[in-house]
């Protein structure tokens, strides 16, 4: 398996397990420049194309090498894990999603996956969302499986739903009192015990102009991967999450700094606090690259 961390998933396309072109782009053909997808036999996938999908998926599944995109499945629920952990060549994938994250399920999703070496996404999606006690309480589980979860990622949509609330596709999820106030207290709370949080879904998949407008939302708001459902998101997330050279001249100054404390460019640089920021942003530089001015 690769050596990475979740700074390389950059944008993460969600494609239906039934999707007539899925083995070219699980192989990199389709997609070369795609870093990341998941295979969604959830919420991306009509019930009658389910037995057919799983039928087809050793044979795509065989089509993974080093140097493809990383594969994540998303399972429907625990019992479909379980099935999809009997496939012949699934240990060619780099981990799963696991959907629906809850109380309700969340050890016996984590039970099932402790004695493998996948990497694992939760994804919340329900009533945890609106539960500061619920939300520590799955914090707290994924905490003693650590080294296994490359990131947490919320439904956006689905807190949507439970709001009974739509937005447009010039509005951000931070717009809103309720949905800004879910979103923080999710982000502070699994960021604050050390684990990353991706950005949500942008469902106005031809509004270049607004996606960049999210993805730039996202970065402001500690948000690093993006859901993706489009393949034409795929390169201007590659762009968007390069560096600026002031900002990787600045962050290399912090990482070489004897002092603790010193003036640059005319602000306060405090190498302890902002230390592991800027070893990021290097680490973001060596992947994606410097921005051109």
Do not use: W
């Not at 782009?25 to 919420?43: R, T």
């Not at 140097?67 to 496939?87: G, Y």
């Not at 009533?127 to 500061?132: A, D, R, V």
């Amino acid at each position: 398996m690769k050596s990475f961390n979740y700074l390389h998933l950059g944008a993460t396309l969600f494609i239906p397990a039934s999707h007539l072109n899925l083995q070219s782009i699980v192989s990199g053909e389709k997609y070369p420049a795609l870093k990341s997808l998941v295979i969604d036999f959830e919420d991306g996938l009509e019930e009658e194309d389910f037995d057919i999908s799983m039928q087809s998926m050793d044979k795509i599944l065989q089509k993974i090498q080093l140097d493809t995109p990383l594969v994540f499945i998303r399972a429907k629920n625990v019992q479909h894990l379980s099935q999809l952990l009997k496939l012949r060549n699934i240990t060619k994938i780099t981990g799963f999603v696991l959907a629906k994250f809850s109380l309700v399920n969340a050890r016996s999703y984590l039970d099932l996956l402790k004695e493998t070496k996948y990497l694992l996404m939760p994804s919340v999606e329900g009533e945890e969302l609106f539960n500061h006690a619920k939300l520590h309480e799955l914090k707290e589980l994924i905490s003693a499986c650590r080294d296994k979860v490359l990131l947490v990622r919320f439904g956006l949509e689905d807190m949507l739903k439970h709001l009974s609330m739509r937005r447009r596709c010039d509005e951000s999820i931070f717009d809103f009192s309720a949905t800004s106030s879910v979103l923080g207290n999710f982000i502070a709370t699994f960021k604050s015990a050390g684990f990353s949080v991706s950005g949500g879904v942008y469902p106005c998949f031809k509004d270049t102009k607004g996606f960049i407008k999210d993805v730039k939302r996202d970065i402001k708001e500690g948000l690093f991967s993006k859901t993706i459902i489009h393949p034409n998101q795929i390169q201007v997330i590659n762009e968007l999450y390069k560096v600026s050279k002031e900002e990787y001249e600045e962050a290399l100054d912090i990482v070489s700094s004897d002092k603790k404390v010193f003036n640059q460019n005319e602000k306060m640089a405090e190498t302890l606090t902002m230390y592991s920021y800027s070893k990021e942003l290097i680490q973001r530089v060596k992947i994606y690259g410097i921005k051109v001015q």
